[in-house]
């Protein structure tokens, strides 16, 4: 691209412009699905910047530099964040968070047990599975006297005889 006069005049014996400069420019590089762009210009050394809508993840670089005729990094893409699944009820979140690609993991009180995944992943707004449950531990009842008991597992829903 042509930047300065593409013309000029000897005046006096001065130039009435200076020397133009010949810059490369990069293609359009679009706008992300469910996202917007910062920067009109795609001239060398010209950024633009990425972002994505309320509820979306970006995946990839959020800039891009216009350099020699291409761009630093490709045009990123914006997932589906996924909804707050909750909390098990005797049960709490460990750590994670909502975004594409990310993880949410679950632990039990003391006292309970974990029935179901302990990790769930979010792919496009959807979770990978529901949450788990906590389901209460029974204490050990104890030998009968003069006895036997069979069975050691004392979980919910599970029997000794």
Same mark, same amino acid.
């Given at each position: 691209?042509?930047v ?9 014996? +001065?130039? !009435? ?6 810059? +490369? ?10 996202g917007? &762009?910062?920067? =009109? ?8 910047? @990425?972002?994505?809508?309320? =509820?979306? !993840?970006?995946i990839?670089? !959020?800039?891009? &530099? ?13 997932? +589906? ?8 009820v =005797?049960?709490?979140r460990?750590?994670? !968070? @909502? ?6 993991? @679950?632990?039990?009180?003391?006292? @309970? ?6 990790l ?10 529901e ?7 029974? &204490?050990?009842?104890?030998m009968p006297e =003069?006895?036997?008991?069979i ?11």
């Amino acid at each position: 691209m042509l930047v300065g006069s593409a013309t000029s005049v000897c005046h006096k014996g +001065a130039w !009435s412009h200076g020397l133009p400069q010949c810059q +490369a420019t990069c293609k359009d590089p679009r706008v992300p699905v469910n996202g917007k &762009r910062k920067g =009109n210009t795609f001239i060398d050394g010209d950024t633009v910047e @990425f972002t994505c809508d309320e =509820n979306y !993840s970006l995946i990839g670089s !959020s800039i891009s &530099r216009c350099m020699g005729g291409r761009w630093s990094s490709a045009l990123p893409e914006c997932k +589906a964040s996924c909804p707050d699944p909750g909390i098990p009820v =005797n049960g709490e979140r460990v750590d994670g !968070s @909502f975004g594409h690609g990310k993880h949410l993991q @679950f632990r039990c009180k003391p006292g @309970f047990w974990l029935v179901g995944s302990q990790l769930i992943v979010c792919s496009e707004g959807t979770w990978s599975n529901e949450i788990p449950t906590c389901r209460a531990v029974c &204490r050990d009842p104890g030998m009968p006297e =003069n006895g036997t008991r069979i069975g050691d597992d004392f979980r919910d829903g599970q029997m000794v005889a």
